[in-house]
């Protein structure tokens, strides 16, 4: 098993920035992906990035060039640097981990852009 605790949401006027934080502790060990998801009110999870362990990354183009996902693998702990936020990026955002064919969640934490 892994768990997943995130931390950083809140509430931030556009064109401010947010960093979240997701600590994974259990059965880290071959962890192959770490990312986030987001959840608006009435719409699907969607990916919004995530990175490989051994480097590689890919972002929801809706981020592209605002948000930056980092690994520390010495700390176990992924981050999300969300910059120029907009009203539009409000939403539950989850921290996700795949381990083999297994996919594990945090519990999630709100970030809320106003206008």
């Known amino acids: 098993q892994v768990q997943l605790v995130e931390s950083g949401g809140g509430l931030v006027q556009a064109g401010g920035s947010l960093r979240l934080s997701c600590v994974a502790s259990?059965?880290?060990?071959?962890?192959?992906?770490m990312g986030w998801y987001r959840q608006a009110p009435g719409k699907q999870r969607e990916l919004v990035a995530r990175?490989?362990?051994?480097?590689?990354?890919n972002y929801a183009d809706s981020v592209k060039g605002r948000f930056t996902i980092s690994r520390d693998n010495a700390k176990n702990t992924v981050y999300l640097q969300m910059n120029s936020l907009k009203p539009e990026d409000t939403a539950f955002y989850y921290c996700?981990?795949?381990?083999?064919?297994?996919?594990?969640w945090g519990q999630g934490t709100q970030v809320t852009v106003s206008a």
């Open positions: 996700h981990a795949r381990r083999y064919w297994s996919d594990y």
């Open positions: 259990g059965s880290i060990r071959d962890i192959n992906a």
């Open positions: 990175v490989t362990s051994v480097g590689e990354t």
